[in-house]
Antibody, heavy 115, light 107 residues
């Protein structure tokens, strides 16, 4: 059974940093690209970042470019999102998503940016 | 960036109704189109990929069609568990983009 379990969400002050993690199981993690997608409270879905299976290709949404860094550790079956210079508008549930067409999603982790 | 426009943004329907949701891409995306269902407080669930391929385990009352710029998701006979918000998403190119969502409510 495919499982994606996010962690690391928290309440953080504006300008602060946070690192999200996603633990993957039930599939060959090293063979699949991964994405982070977020959803602000009461809003729609917004793609955040992409990383290819071997980390050779990485993309970011313009809204997070220069502040967020995606990475993965295929030996640990884990995906990460390092977030710096957090803003109120980054407040959202962050989902770890398998592949380009999102056949599996984690349960999400809540990031709240507020003073 | 490819813009995805869903319509309607919400609809009211009765159990047993046939429901159709449309999604239009701002440029051709071939069949790189996915549909998701999201219930309150839950993560999105994949229903369809490649515009018309049903994800494993998804009931056949869900179907998708379209190619290029115009796509549809159809629920053949709406059941209580189908009341949710539905999103389309293109994966032809990055940035991945989603439609604004269609909330299906009980009439």
């Amino acid at each position: 059974e495919v499982q994606l379990v996010e962690s690391g969400g928290d309440l953080v002050q504006p300008g602060g940093s946070l690192r999200l993690s996603c633990a993957a199981s039930g599939f060959t993690f090293s063979s699949y690209s991964m994405n982070w997608v977020r959803q602000a409270p009461g809003k729609g879905l917004e793609w955040v970042s992409y990383i290819s299976s071997s980390s050779t290709t990485i993309y970011y949404a313009d809204s997070v470019k220069g502040r967020f860094t995606i990475s993965r550790d295929n030996a640990k079956n884990s995906l990460y999102l390092q977030m710096h210079s957090l803003r109120a508008e980054d407040s959202a549930v962050y989902y770890c998503v398998k592949g380009a067409f999102g056949d599996y999603w984690g349960q999400g982790t809540l990031v709240t940016v507020s003073s | 960036d490819i813009q995805m426009t869903q319509s309607p943004s919400s609809l009211s329907a009765s159990v047993g109704d046939r429901v159709t949701i449309t999604c239009r891409a701002s440029q051709g995306i071939m069949n790189y189109l996915a549909w998701f269902q999201q219930k309150p407080g839950k993560a999105p669930k994949s229903l369809i990929y490649a515009a018309s391929s049903l994800q494993s385990g998804v009931p056949s009352k869900f179907s998708g069609s379209g190619f290029g710029t115009d796509f549809t998701l159809t629920i053949s006979s709406l059941q209580p568990e189908d009341f949710a918000t539905y999103y389309c998403q293109q994966y032809k190119s990055y940035p991945l983009t989603f439609g604004g969502g269609t909330k299906v409510e009980i009439k």
